[in-house]
């Protein structure tokens, strides 16, 4: 039994305990769902990425047919419907991540670097014909909401069409489901209910990309970096026994493929929210320290690795992690693609608890493997807090001194338009005012805890960090004084 304060179940009533009953055969704890949400006779609430993250485990642990007994219970519908999801991550092979829907190379497609730095992206060619044909079971979208993310990469630009996902065994009213770039825009349809995304994308340029199907409302829509692109209203899409494929739009009579990369692609039987998908587009690493772990609770599975021994304490919420003055956090490849880009805005968040005394110290240091690199935050030896950039030369912004032995929340948020501000404790602290940032063209790294060394990158101090962090995101977007406020108070 779990206490869930506050929520309604399907008939309205509001419950504060139910039965798990999903767990009586194999007796598991379910940590993760006390107090935050319900699985009940089957019923699962809306779930945020963390818990989603934990459901994909479940699947790997767990018979299918015991997984298929959770469903999402919708906050605007009574109806439930089975929960399915499939993650095609391309590293190396099209297998679906939970053995469902395998799919099979058609045409030599060849796999290259994934934009997370680690695993593959798949690299289709659309006069070759290749794409994937997942044929290993049904992937059911008919007669439910889903949604379908996806990470892209145009190599070419063309008025005609490039196939991103399809399921389209009839070109028939409500048989055939598209998704795809037409004249380099978005574009998802069941059948000729079409939706056109306004954005124009260019070549050589990652994006992420999704298409909605909300049954309840009978709306499609398609989403761009995170951000709603269009949306129509369209019936529901009813076949029950075609052929998916991703990478070509497909039906009897043509295969239209894509033409570039194509990585992470991801369905889930659920009508996602606009919080839901602009997460999974631009949050990029969290760490929240628990369970003295260094794995990402992001969407993205980028997980750090200690040099050193970096132990764990209590922290703000749950653990953190403490560093005594040379460990620190890192990687063995570059996982941030938009950091190398010029002018492409970003937030940071965290938590720091400086101690001992006030010395020369890195708390969040970006760099490539030789050359380019900034402190981004740095303390100095009378522990001012600095928030860094590099636009040609140093960009210094000072922050206040922070207390020793006490948590303090920083945020650090940058747009060519607003350039750095500084947040301290969810309070607009400092801003340099619109500033350009002039990146280094590739891939980048980061280090939390310590700089390895490189004391003589902008702003020309660093070294290790004695003390504790807590609660770190990266996101590739500028975060709102509000969303920064939220994240201040968790």
Known sequence: MIDTPGFNDTNGTEVDEYNLTLIEETRKSLPYLSGIIIVANGALPRL???????LHLLHQVWPNDLLNKI???????ATTVPLVIAFWPFDNNTLDLYGDYDGTLIGSGTYTTSFLGYGTALNLVQSAS???????????????????????YLTSSTANDYGIFSQCPSTSANLCFDFMTRTNRLYCAIYTNGTQGATLMTINTWYHVACVYDMITQTQSVWLNGVLDGSSSATAYQDASGTTTIGAIYNSSSTVCFNGRIDQVRYESIAKTASEILNDATLYVYYSFDSSSLIDNGPNGINGTSFGNVTFTAGVVNEAARFSSGPYLYYTYSPFYFLGINNHPFSISLWVQPMKNYTESTLVFVHKLSGWCVHFLVINSTGSLKACLWNGGNVILSGPILPLNSWTHIGYTYSAINGIQLYINGTL?????????????????????????????????????????????LYSRELSASEIQTLSNP
């Open 130 to 152: 290749q794409y994937v044909s997942i044929t290993s079971n049904h992937l059911p979208l008919n007669s439910r909401s889903f949604t379908i993310e996806a990470w892209i």
């Open 429 to 473: 602290y400092s801003t340099t005012g619109s500033i350009t940032f002039s990146a280094s063209g590739v891939p980048m790294n980061i280090i939390l805890g310590s700089d390895k060394g490189f004391t003589y990158c902008a702003p020309g101090y660093g070294s290790s960090f004695t003390g504790t962090m807590d609660e770190f995101y």
């Open 71 to 77: 469903v999402y219970q919708s906050a605007r519908n």
């Open 48 to 54: 945020g990425v963390s818990f989603k993250n934990f």
